[in-house]
């Protein structure tokens, strides 16, 4: 009798049991999180601040890495036929990536190209490092905060519609970190004031401040890198530094991710400061640092910039770079 009742006990845990993992894991949990792959740093800096920790995301192309040259590894082909979304800067920046893309990613995986919907045909960019006669316009608008607010927004209505589940969080981080470009973007009108008007004038060795000098009130005067992204010729060299002498500027400066010895000579040569921190794909700080965002980079820049050319950054103490949504 007793070993029938321990049976009939036993069959009924069993029985709740099974309802339980069938019930088990909750309908919420079981819908896979979108994976997202980005390609430079700046990039995936705007898609972590919108999507918060609620996808899956992967950066292509390292941090300090020359996004203009780089080639995917073959083990990044992984990541890229398991992910639903890429979100490429795009104007003919990542064309290896963007090849590799078309041909190993899964069936219905979307890219979103930033820079060819944010800006129209007769408002791209061509200039002595992108010349025309490449056809591949200069592709840096992120270093203009109006445009990667723009990004912002198009990261944000793409996730919106590829996981509506998750839309309300999407919305709300895009409108704090929208607010927060905003506080950046008036920042950076108001540094410049500060700026004496015949400094408001740049030379660079990496050519990509064309879009930033339109929105900022700057002059681009030259920029010293071909358009092979190898070093210049001697005689270009001397035209340059025939360049920097005629235009008074206190200062030229380099990048972080092209250390440049030539750069180097035509500061010693021209007796003109030389500054080669700034940063166009290259994030402050190790990761998880509150500086190493898209913000924190931007800052970055800006204080080095306005302080060299005679204004005061102090402005910029009063934004905080860190992400918006953890
Ligand atoms: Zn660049």
Request: hydrophobic share 45%; glycine share 6%; net charge negative.
């Amino acid at each position: 009798m007793r070993s029938v009742r321990a049976l009939r006990a036993l069959g009924g845990a069993v029985l709740a049991l099974l309802l339980l993992l069938t019930l088990w894991p909750p309908a919420v949990q079981a819908q896979s999180r979108l994976k997202v792959v980005a390609t430079v740093a700046p990039i995936a800096s705007l898609v972590r601040n919108v999507a918060g920790s609620r996808v899956d995301l992967t950066q292509l192309i390292p941090d300090g890495v020359d996004s203009h040259t780089f080639e995917p590894r073959p083990s990044d082909v992984r990541f890229i036929a398991e992910a639903d979304l890429f979100v490429l800067n795009g104007l003919n920046l990542e064309l290896p990536t963007l090849r590799l893309i078309n041909a190993n990613a899964k069936p219905g995986a979307q890219v979103l190209l930033l820079a060819d919907n944010t800006i129209t045909r007769d408002q791209w960019v061509f200039d002595r490092s992108f010349p025309e006669s490449r056809g591949n316009p200069n592709p840096h608008l992120w270093l203009n905060v109006a445009y990667a607010r723009r990004y912002a927004e198009l990261i944000r209505d793409k996730l919106v519609e590829m996981d509506p589940a998750n839309a309300d969080a999407y919305q709300a981080n895009a409108q704090q970190f929208l607010a927060r470009l905003d506080q950046l973007d008036q920042a950076i009108f108001a540094a410049v004031q500060t700026i004496p008007p015949n400094n408001r004038r740049l030379l660079t060795y990496h050519d990509s401040w064309p879009y930033f000098a339109q929105r900022y009130g700057f002059e681009v005067i030259g920029a010293i890198q071909p358009s092979d992204f190898s070093e210049p010729r001697a005689r270009d060299v001397a035209a340059i530094i025939e360049q920097v002498r005629s235009s008074g500027v206190p200062a030229i400066f380099g990048s972080e991710v092209f250390p440049s010895r030539v750069l180097e000579a035509i500061g010693r040569e021209t007796g003109v400061r030389y500054i080669d921190t700034l940063r166009d794909d290259d994030l402050p700080g190790p990761p998880g640092a509150p500086e190493h965002t898209y913000i924190g980079m931007m800052l970055n820049n800006l204080r080095t910039m306005v302080s060299a050319l005679g204004g005061d950054a102090s402005i910029f103490d009063t934004i905080d770079p860190s992400n918006v949504a953890s």
